[in-house]
T-cell receptor
Framework: GAGVSQSPSNKVTEKGKDVELRCDPI?????LYWYRQSLGQGLEFLIY????????KSGLPSDRFSAERTGGSVSTLTIQRTQQEDSAVYLC????????????FGPGTRLTVL | RKEVEQDPGPFNVPEGATVAFNCTYS??????FFWYRQDCRKEPKLLMS???SGNEDGRFTAQLNRASQYISLLIRDSKLSDSATYLC????????????FGTGTQLKVEL
């Protein structure tokens, strides 16, 4: 079946611009996660959605970052007024809510802020 | 102290060698442990979960020592295709299924 998809695969933007990154989880997965991976760093948790519950935003690095999940499926991560330190690969993952909660990752969006 | 620490490597080994990776984690309340594999410029993929009793999947063996907060991965008879970065992953206690990743150990298997 189809895996997690993300778009765009690459995004180059200028400092100060806003960007939107999209994630389509695996069908039937109610849990969705955003992580980012900076060069030479481990994956860093950003935000977690589970069903209709309020999202866990504890990993968002600043108020310039926000995310939505519409209809319990597609999610959009928005970064406002991008900074050079936002350059990273943004990875989305999805999982079932119970039982086997293995997280399956999408291919990521590589964001470069000039 | 980092939440999950790994030796970054690289480990350069010949085909057929046995190689072991170690990882330590700082939060004693962590309950779930995994090894993920990440190929260059690709997304991480689950290699195996790690259980207290130790578990094996073909050439791969994972061990967990809760007392020492230590996780290991052993790869036997390594193949060229095993070349990748191996990520030690621990769940973040406090609800949800959030994961904390180590920075990874790079393995290069050579002819």
């Amino acid at each position: 079946g189809a895996g997690v998809s993300q778009s765009p695969s690459n995004k180059v933007t200028e400092k100060g611009k806003d960007v939107e990154l999209r994630c389509d989880p695996i069908s039937g997965h109610t849990a969705l996660y955003w992580y980012r991976q900076s060069l030479g760093q481990g994956l860093e948790f950003l935000i977690y959605f589970q069903g209709n519950s309020a999202p866990d935003k504890s990993g968002l690095p600043s108020d310039r970052f926000s995310a939505e999940r519409t209809g319990g499926s597609v999610s959009t991560l928005t970064i406002q007024r991008t900074q050079q330190e936002d350059s990273a690969v943004y990875l989305c993952a999805s999982s079932l809510a119970g039982g086997d909660r293995t997280q399956y990752f999408g291919p990521g969006t590589r964001l470069t802020v000039l | 102290r980092k939440e999950v620490e790994q030796d970054p490597g690289p480990f350069n080994v010949p085909e057929g060698a046995t190689v072991a990776f170690n990882c330590t984690y700082s939060n004693s309340a962590s309950q779930s442990f995994f090894w993920y594999r990440q190929d260059c410029r690709k997304e991480p993929k689950l290699l195996m979960s790690v259980y207290s009793s130790g578990n094996e999947d073909g050439r791969f063996t994972a061990q967990l020592n809760r007392a020492s907060q230590y996780i290991s991965l052993l790869i036997r008879d390594s193949k060229l295709s095993d070349s990748a970065t191996y990520l030690c992953v621990v769940n973040r206690p406090g609800g949800g299924n959030k994961l904390t990743f180590g920075t990874g150990t790079q393995l290069k298997v050579e002819l």
